[in-house]
């Protein structure tokens, strides 16, 4: 009888453990990934248009929310095409502080020359927004601009 009282201890204690041990991971997992709790609650584009001449352009709007328990500094709007790693028109602003549960929006301007061969990589191409604090992505969104909104 002892025996088996000893077997049952053991267990509930290793099935006890491995629970903790399970909701430790989980939980230090979420906080890892959203430890600024800085999210993209919008990313939208006013579509293609031709203000002069060859030169296209598009106005982004990123509206970002600091849902984290601090203020945040050092952050980082990047806003690219999604299929180009380097691109000259690519975007990346430094946001400064951003104070917790504050919602801050952004809007940023893209210019490109309308020359037939490169525009057309443009045309229906789409952006993402990406937020980074030392390399680290922290939230992304994407948008795509469509022949609609030319």
Do not use: C
Not at 55 to 81: H, P
Not at 83 to 90: K, L, Q, R, Y
Not at 109 to 132: D, G, P, R
Request: aromatic share 10%; hydrophobic share 45%; proline share 2%.
């Amino acid at each position: 009888m002892t025996k088996i009282l000893a077997l049952l201890l053991v267990l509930v204690l290793a099935v006890s453990t491995i629970g903790v041990w399970f909701v430790y991971q989980n939980v230090s997992g979420q906080q890892k990934g959203d430890e600024f709790g800085l999210v993209i609650e919008g990313f939208s584009a006013s579509g293609w248009g031709n203000p002069a001449g060859v030169t296209m352009m598009t106005f982004f709007n990123v509206t970002i929310v600091n849902n984290g328990s601090s203020d945040v500094d050092g952050v980082l709007l990047e806003i690219k095409r999604s299929d180009v790693e380097s691109d000259p028109f690519n975007i990346t602003k430094p946001l400064g502080v951003l104070h917790k549960g504050e919602t801050t929006e952004i809007t940023d301007l893209v210019l490109a020359i309308n020359m037939n061969l490169y525009f057309e990589e443009f045309y229906n191409s789409s952006f993402t927004a990406k937020l980074k604090i030392d390399n680290k992505s922290l939230d992304e969104s994407i948008v795509q601009i469509t022949n609609g909104q030319f």
